[in-house]
């Protein structure tokens, strides 16, 4: 995992902004590449912690 720092003079609406944009790319990256983007590949072992991708993470 990386931990980001945010910037904290973000408003509301420019942290909102951000989240959908992600929400957009992960739908993206879905849609392009369905279960490869999700699923660990030989040269990355699977690390236990839960996908990016999982849709039952609520914002």
Do not use: C, K
């Not at 902004?17 to 699977?46: C, H, K, M, S």
Request: aromatic share 10%; proline share 12%; charged share 25%.
């Amino acid at each position: 995992m990386i931990l980001i720092e945010l910037p904290p003079d973000w408003t509301p609406n420019e942290a909102l902004a951000v989240v959908r944009f992600l929400d957009n790319v992960a739908t993206a990256i879905w849609q392009a590449y369905g279960l490869e983007a999700v699923e660990p590949t030989e040269d990355e072992p699977d690390s236990g912690e839960p996908s990016p991708f999982d849709d039952t993470t609520h914002f």
